[in-house]
Nanobody, 113 residues
């Protein structure tokens, strides 16, 4: 059974930085591409960033040059480092393994002064 646990979300001021983490269990981690998604209140879930099994990264246009996704295959973890945060980044953030319909509870990021 695949399990994923996200952490690191909190209240942060506009312009601030924050790093999120997620840890997986129940999969052969290094074989999968990974992604960070977010869902704002009243909106659909959207892809923020992804990283392939080989480490190639892709970013949504709205976070490009501000967010960085990385992975640690030894620890089964995926990270999202976020900078220059704005209130529009407020959302629940989720981690997902590509092709696996198993989601964690997410971690809440609130950007507000």
């Amino acid at each position: 059974q695949v399990q994923v646990v996200e952490s690191g979300g909190r209240l942060v001021q506009p312009g601030g930085s924050l790093s999120l983490s997620c840890v997986f269990s129940g999969i052969i981690f290094e074989r999968y591409a990974m992604g960070w998604f977010r869902q704002a209140p009243g909106a659909e879930r959207e892809l923020v960033a992804s990283i392939s099994a080989a480490g190639r990264t892709n970013y949504a246009e709205f976070v490009k040059d501000r967010f960085t996704i990385t992975r640690d295959n030894n620890r089964y973890m995926v990270y999202l480092h976020m900078t220059n945060l704005s209130p529009e980044d407020t959302a629940m953030y989720y981690c997902n393994a590509n092709g696996i319909d198993s989601w964690g509870k997410g971690t809440l990021v609130t950007v507000s002064s």
